[in-house]
């Protein structure tokens, strides 16, 4: 298995431009999750879905971000209109089940997001 | 107000050498309690995942415990390799309608030669 596949792994984007990072998770999963991780506030969870439906998203910053799932094996997570805040890598992790015992999230490489 | 606290914030130890890592939690009512590797650039990997009633759970030469009446947890990593060198994550799920998360600010351990 291929793992968690993200794409791109390194975003370079002048503010005021929209920003769209991409999933894949692990076949078989119905569970995805979105994630930030910066110095200052270590790594925290933006949002997740359980088969392809958005459970609970109150880590999202705010209404310039926004995530989508539209299949099993895909999922957005789109920024716009970008800030420089918004630097940080960005995690998408999948799981067999939303957040119970026993089911484990296996994480993506990341996306290094850099806004000027 | 659910928290998680880790200690030390950083060490520095030599190969070969055991250390262990803290890891205090208020998070209420707890549901289960993972440990998680961190290298540098990559994501997280999991190393152990422990319910309240586990009081100690080992994965290699990592053995992760738990003691859910003082809510604290540690991570041993034995006979350390260059390799340990990463940051390393205690993150917290409470029981209730979301099972939510939330993440301690890490330890990052560096495994000097």
């Known amino acids: 298995d291929a793992g968690v596949i993200q794409s791109p792994r390194h975003e370079v984007t002048e503010m005021g431009q929209e920003v769209t990072l991409r999933c894949k998770p692990i076949?078989?999963?119905?569970?995805l999750f979105w994630y930030r991780q910066t110095m200052m506030r270590g790594l925290e969870l933006l949002i997740y879905?359980?088969?392809?439906?958005?459970?609970?998203d109150s880590g999202m910053p705010e209404d310039r971000f926004s995530a989508k799932m539209p299949n099993a094996s895909f999922s957005t997570l789109k920024i716009q209109p970008s800030e420089p805040r918004d630097s940080a890598v960005y995690f998408c992790?999948?799981?067999?089940?939303?957040?119970?015992?026993?089911?484990?999230?296996?994480f993506g490489p990341g996306t290094r997001l850099t806004v000027t | 107000k659910n928290q998680v606290e880790q200690s030390p914030q950083s060490l520095i130890i030599l190969e070969g050498k055991n250390c262990t890592l803290q890891?205090?939690?208020?998070?209420?009512?707890?549901?289960?309690l993972r440990w998680y590797k961190q290298d540098t650039g990559r994501g997280p990997v999991s190393l152990t995942i422990?319910?309240?009633?586990?009081n100690t759970k080992s994965n290699g030469r990592y053995t992760a415990t738990l003691d859910a009446d003082t809510k604290q947890s540690s991570l041993h990593i034995t006979a350390s390799q260059l390799s340990d060198s990463a940051s390393y994550i205690c993150?917290?799920?409470?029981?209730?309608?979301?099972?939510?998360?939330?993440f301690g600010g890490g330890t990052r351990l560096m495994v000097k030669p």
């Open positions: 422990m319910t309240f009633s586990e």
């Open positions: 993150v917290v799920s409470a029981r209730n309608a979301g099972n939510m998360l939330t």
């Open positions: 890891c205090n939690y208020t998070v209420s009512p707890f549901s289960n």
């Open positions: 992790a999948s799981s067999l089940a939303a957040l119970g015992v026993g089911y484990e999230q296996y």
């Open positions: 879905f359980n088969n392809n439906v958005p459970i609970d």
């Open positions: 076949s078989g999963h119905n569970s």
